[in-house]
Nanobody, 126 residues
Framework: QVQLVESGGGLVQAGGSLRLSCAAS????????MGWFRQAPGKEREFVAS????????YYSDSVKGRFTISRDNAKNTVYLQMNSLKPEDTAVYYC???????????????????WGQGTQVTVSS
C-alpha cells in the first residue's frame, strides 16, 4: 500500500489555474494506477481523472475534459492534476487515490481505489 499526500490547493478566481500534486511513498509507485476525485459539501465523492501505471491510459469526467490534465512522474513518485479555466463549480476537496489492481483501462469508480490521501481544498471564486 502507498501513502499519499496532496498539495497545491488554494483559492483562485474563475478562469484561473492551479496544479495539484500528490506525492506517494513506497518503492512500487510505478505499479499503481492513480486517480483524482473531488467532493463538494453535501455531495458524493466523484471521479475527476485517472492515469494508468505507465501513463498510457487516461480518463476524465465530462465536466473537466479539455480543462484538466493528469500526468505522472514515476521517478518522483508524484502524480499531478493541472487545472485550467477553473469554474466555481470546481470548488471541492480534491483527493488523490491509488490502486495496484485497477488497470487504468476503463472509467473508474471510487471503489476501484484502495489508497487515499487526506485531500486538498480548491476554492474557485466567481
Amino acid at each position: 500500500q502507498v501513502q499519499l499526500v496532496e498539495s497545491g490547493g488554494g483559492l483562485v478566481q474563475a478562469g484561473g489555474s492551479l496544479r495539484l500534486s500528490c506525492a506517494a511513498s513506497g518503492r512500487t509507485f510505478s505499479s499503481y494506477a492513480m486517480g483524482w476525485f473531488r467532493q463538494a459539501p453535501g455531495k458524493e465523492r466523484e471521479f475527476v481523472a485517472s492515469i494508468s501505471w505507465s501513463g498510457g491510459y487516461t480518463y476524465y469526467s465530462d465536466s473537466v475534459k479539455g480543462r484538466f490534465t493528469i500526468s505522472r512522474d514515476n521517478a518522483k513518485n508524484t502524480v499531478y492534476l493541472q487545472m485550467n479555466s477553473l469554474k466555481p463549480e470546481d470548488t471541492a476537496v480534491y483527493y488523490c487515490a491509488a490502486d495496484k489492481y485497477y488497470t487504468g483501462s476503463y472509467y473508474p469508480m471510487v471503489r476501484d481505489f484502495g489508497s487515499w490521501g487526506q485531500g486538498t481544498q480548491v476554492t474557485v471564486s466567481s
